[in-house]
């Protein structure tokens, strides 16, 4: 590609000028309808000593979205709290997004570009902006377009917006988008099966709040998955009702393990891994054929199914499942869930819809207390087109660095060397790419295979939105504010590609504005001809432009979700059973869980959250691995003694923990430690069960199975204690009295 008439001593020589002008971007301070230009340990001119300042913005935790305030203490970001004109989350906050600040203040950020002596070395020079944009010009406009290639994960919208239009004009293959906790909440299954069902390509909505009966399958949607806060404000109200004098809402839940939702259900009903659809099947089958369901369209799917056999695979007695049958049909608001493990197997799409079609049998589609679809996020110039890509996808690119098809890869938002079964062979790939440059704000397990990383800002140094795509009835884009001037010499990723757009012709004309405060502002206008009444006017900029960093964004002001409508004759429902590989010399099945608090690992490096106790366990710091008594007792281990779990993949090392509420069967461990690199807090802490994964991917929706493998356990004769905030008492009693469920 040609430099379109700009010289390299050009680029050079308008780099700090132009930089400059990405740099303002980032340390203007924007609250109710004023900006500033601070020194970041100055306070704003406006505030009086010994006061605090409120700054709303986005929580980038997870891709849920909510809207926080930070509280700002003479230039110092001090507190998160919600943001309660949010409709997603309503003033209320995780401890994920509470620890936001341990990301900002963690003293092993990277504080300037560097460059890597040889990849993996981990021997750092600094560079300075210049070189570090110069070097990333040259590299961008010298290589073949088609061998430049970007690996992201959960990138904020407007980010990805502009990279994919960048690299659209100069004619680069789009950015593949990929991330651990996008595959481990099952996100693309639950689209495809709306897009097969109804046929639009939007994530469901579940009225929770309304509903008197719920089952809820394998689900995390008061831990990890959807939009948690959101749900659990729901979760709230549906208890509530009581109090109001309404019904109060029960919750059946089908899972193998005690998880977090499962806990506060009134009844936990332990099934076999895998078998969520097939016990949606048999419940279907029997409200069928007592006359229990509401609407008939969806019986082909459940032709042939004999509930009395699949009450013995799934390990629940066929009477049980006939009352929970009952309580399903004789509710005025039934709802069902389908939770992330539901969609983990090779047979996960069909298990997905299986529990899917338990709402349409009771005739809930669009209905309080029902099932309904997300308002449309696909807005032309503000939401990307760029797709969340599949195992398949990523297994494309991997193909393609391993056979020397890509010259430069550049990286954002996520770590693929950690968060990818070994199996993919990303790591061993990447020794084939010509340059490899990053823009991570820490040395992770990826970012290390790079010859240069440019720390990007980090969340609360940020601008930018969000447009939520589950969890609430509005359409929601949700405003990102620095509340901070940057604290080191970091650049947001979104001003250096505006920054390199200007030197690249092709890219000028499609992204002309100097900075991303401009292109923010720009978006006003794309809201204002939307021509849907919201939570300000739009008709000025300058005033939008201020009320959107007051509220934290933009909500409609009138319900945008719509009711599902049924597209399609429903055919006999097939391939939902599992499959493990590892034959009998693996007696268990791996239940691999993402953390409450470390999701999928993007916690480990803030002590805050590795010092949180795990909601279940109380344990702390390390890897456990959870061992029903029977199990433990069979393979004669104890409480905190170390064991190898082993798959047909690698193995691992984890601390036992008894758990009197998992299945004999199944063995559970928690995502999110085991790094290599990742600051102080994270190395070296537990074990990663990704090592245990292979590559399986899930029929049709091609993500990856992660509940596929089986595992032995073998004692290595050590122990170890696991750091617990609670002794075991109450978990010994549970032991002596039987578990709930």
């Keep these: ?163 994919e239009t960048f690299f659209a004009a100069i004619g680069a293959p789009p950015p593949v988008i990929y991330s651990t906790h996008a595959a481990w909440e099952g996100k693309r299954a639950l689209r495809l099966v709306n897009k097969s069902l109804f046929g639009v390509d939007r994530l469901p909505v579940y009225d929770l709040a309304h509903a008197d009966v719920v089952f809820s399958f394998s689900g995390g949607f008061l831990s990890t998955e959807l939009s948690p806060v959101h749900y659990n404000l729901a979760f709230g109200r549906m208890r509530g009702r009581q109090d109001t004098g309404g019904p109060r809402g029960v919750v059946v839940h089908f899972e193998p393990r005690l998880s977090q939702t499962a806990a506060p259900a009134d009844r936990w009903i332990p099934i076999r891994p895998g078998t969520e659809g097939l016990v949606a099947l048999a419940l279907g089958r029997i409200l069928l054929d007592e006359g229990w369901a509401r609407n008939t369209a969806a019986a082909p799917f459940f032709a042939g199914v004999d509930a009395k056999e699949l009450a013995e695979v799934t390990d629940v007695e066929y009477e049980r499942l006939r009352h929970l049958a009952q309580l399903f049909g004789q ?65 494309d690119l991997v193909e393609r660095m391993r056979s020397g098809q890509v010259d430069l890869l550049l990286l954002d938002g996520s770590n693929p060397a950690y968060g990818l079964p070994p199996e993919v062979g990303f790591v061993d790939a990447v020794a084939n790419v010509g340059k490899v440059i990053s823009f991570s704000s820490f040395v992770d397990e990826t970012s290390v295979w790079a010859d240069y990383i440019l720390p990007g800002h980090t969340p609360l140094e940020s601008w930018g939105y969000q447009v939520v795509d589950n969890g609430t009835d509005r359409l929601v884009i949700s405003a990102q504010q620095p509340v901070v001037r940057p604290y080191y010499d970091t650049r947001d990723v979104a001003d250096v590609f505006l920054f390199l757009a200007q030197a690249l012709e092709p890219a000028r004309a499609q992204l002309p504005w100097l900075n991303v405060v401009d292109f923010l502002k720009s978006r006003m206008e794309v809201i204002r001809n939307l021509g849907i009444p919201g939570s300000f006017a739009l008709d000025n900029v300058e005033e939008a432009w201020a009320y959107w960093l007051g509220n934290g964004g933009w909500r409609s002001k009138e319900p945008l979700w719509s009711a599902p409508v049924l597209k399609r004759e429903l055919s006999q429902a097939f391939n939902l059973a599992p499959e493990f590989e590892g034959g009998t010399e693996y007696p268990f099945i791996l239940y691999p869980y993402e953390s409450p608090t470390l999701t999928d690992g993007r916690g480990a490096n803030r002590p805050w959250l ?132």
């Design 1 to 163: 590609m040609s430099k379109q008439g700009i010289t390299r001593r050009q680029f050079l020589q308008g780099t700090a000028l132009a930089g400059a002008a990405a740099v303002i971007s980032g340390c203007t301070l924007s609250l109710q309808k004023k900006e500033y230009l601070e020194p970041y340990v100055d306070m704003p001119e406006f505030a009086l000593p010994g006061e605090s300042v409120w700054y709303a913005t986005t929580c980038r935790e997870c891709p849920a979205a909510c809207g926080i305030i930070v509280r700002v203490h003479q230039g110092r970001a001090k507190k998160v709290e919600g943001n309660a004109m949010h409709p997603v989350n309503e003033g209320k906050t995780c401890a994920r997004g509470q620890a936001a600040l341990q990301a900002l203040y963690n003293p092993d950020r990277l504080r300037a570009p560097v460059a890597q002596s040889a990849r993996g070395s981990r021997q750092f020079t600094s560079i300075d902006w210049n070189e570090a944009l110069n070097t990333l010009y040259q590299l961008i406009s010298e290589t073949d377009p088609a061998r430049i290639a970007f690996f992201g994960g959960d990138v904020p919208d407007h980010v990805l917006w502009i990279l």
């Design 610 to 741: 590795q010092e949180l106790p795990d909601p279940m366990t109380t344990a702390m710091w390390r890897t456990w691995v959870e061992l029903n008594p029977e199990t433990a007792y069979l393979l004669g281990v104890q409480r905190d003694d170390v064991v190898k779990v082993i798959s047909p993949y690698g193995e691992v090392e984890a601390i036992v923990y008894i758990y009197p509420a998992i299945h004999p069967h199944v063995v559970a461990m928690p995502l999110g430690q085991g790094h290599t690199d990742y600051g102080r807090y994270a190395q070296g802490r537990g074990a990663n069960p990704v090592q245990l994964l292979g590559g399986r991917e899930v029929d049709v929706v091609k993500d990856l199975a992660w509940l596929s493998v089986r595992v032995k356990i073998v004692p290595t004769g050590r122990r170890q204690r696991l750091p617990r905030l609670e002794n075991n008492a109450g978990v010994d009693r549970a032991r002596e009295v039987g578990f709930p469920g």
């Design 331 to 395: 509710a005025q608001a039934p709802l069902a869930i389908p939770g992330s493990a539901a969609a983990a197997h090779r047979g996960g799409y069909q298990a997905v819809m299986a529990v899917q079609m338990l709402n349409i049998l009771m005739d809930n589609l669009g209905k309080p207390g029902g099932l309904w679809l997300a308002p449309d996020t696909r807005i032309d110039g503000l939401t990307p087109k760029t797709e969340p890509a599949s195992l398949a996808d990523v297994r």
